[in-house]
């Protein structure tokens, strides 16, 4: 255990940097892909978002699911298994009913044909225009949570850092979406909800690791930039991995033992985590690089707070 417990502590000397265009490219057909398949292929919206009907029911004995779908399918409903026993199933009709009374309909009929063996322990009905009110909020709010991370970085750091920042964020939250676009996950309002702690977990690893570099800009003035960057994510790197070890610890136990209703939240948070971790080292910090940082952070006369210059 002290080994493991070295090796995520000890010093490292990575040269981050150097592979920079190599990740650029990486990150540069992640996102084409993402985007591609968002574009053709869609999400596979849940009932949130369609709207229609959703029933949890429950036998007494191991469901046939052949026999089920037989006897459901001129509903046209879908059939999922779920728990561990085999008693239950989630029966969804998406985009079933433009109104209550249908959506009513599709409910009595489900339960006429299932009869006394089946107790339904869960039935929920959403509207067509709830859902795409619910779509339009949640762009929203993802849209307005990533500007004002924007600004507060602006206001807190210099520029270049919130554009690395920002640049950094969409990179992961494109990449994020995209994973649910290419394998067609159910994508619901636990899905949101992990991307929007994806957001905050990603960037906080980013300011922090800013904010050492700001610290080192103004410690070591002659060091080159290059060689400042590869210093300040190596100093980072064992809080990145020892944070993102622990909360990848949680995700997993809660992606094989929290049920079909978190495991969209585990999963979205599990790519979310190496995605973030990722950008953190091989977007936004490459970018001060280009953007020529030093000579911004120069023109502020920023006060070195260690009072040695190298």
């Known amino acids: 255990m002290p080994r493991l417990i070295h090796f995520f502590i000890k010093p490292t ?11 650029f490219v990486i990150s540069l057909l992640m996102c084409i892909v993402s985007i591609v398949s968002i574009s053709t ?23 046939d699911m052949k026999e089920l779908r037989s006897k459901l399918e001129h509903l046209n409903v879908d059939l999922q298994p779920v728990g561990e026993n085999g008693t239950e199933v989630l029966i969804t009709a998406l985009g079933k009913g433009s109104n209550e009374q249908e959506q009513m309909k599709v409910t009595k009929d489900v339960r006429s044909i299932l009869g006394e ?10 509207g067509p225009r709830v859902g795409e009110e619910l779509i339009h909020n949640c762009v929203l709010a993802v849209i307005l949570a990533g500007v004002m991370i924007t600004v507060y970085v602006w206001t807190r750091f210099e520029w270049e850092f919130a554009l690395g920042t920002m640049l950094s964020l969409i990179h992961d939250i ?4 995209g994973l649910f676009s290419v394998f067609q996950l159910d994508f619901d309002m ?3 909800a992990g991307i929007m702690t994806l957001a905050g977990f990603s960037v906080n690893d980013t300011i922090v690791s800013y904010d050492r570099m700001r610290e080192n800009l103004s410690k070591y003035r002659k060091m080159p930039i290059e ?3 590869n210093k300040t994510t ?3 790197l064992p809080r990145t991995l020892l944070t993102g070890m622990s909360t990848i610890i949680m995700l997993v136990i809660m992606l094989f033992l929290g049920g079909s209703v978190l495991q969209g939240f585990a999963l979205m948070m599990l790519w979310g985590i190496l995605v973030g971790t990722y950008s953190s080292i091989y977007i936004a910090m ?3 690089l280009y953007l020529d940082i030093r000579k911004t952070m120069e023109s502020h006369e920023v006060v070195n707070p260690f009072g040695n210059v190298e």
Do not use: C
Request: glycine share 8%; no cysteine.
């Open 190 to 192: 636990t899905i949101i």
């Open 286 to 288: 490459p970018v001060l």
């Open 117 to 126: 063996e089946y107790s339904f322990r869960r039935v929920e009905m959403v």
């Open 227 to 229: 060689e400042m960057i």
């Open 174 to 177: 494109i990449i994020a979406v």
């Open 13 to 23: 000397h990575i040269n981050f940097i150097g592979v920079r265009r190599i990740a």
């Open 234 to 236: 190596n100093e980072m």
């Open 41 to 63: 292929k869609g999400l596979n919206l849940g009932i949130d978002f369609r709207g229609g009907v959703l029933m949890e029911v429950q036998a007494d004995k191991t469901i």
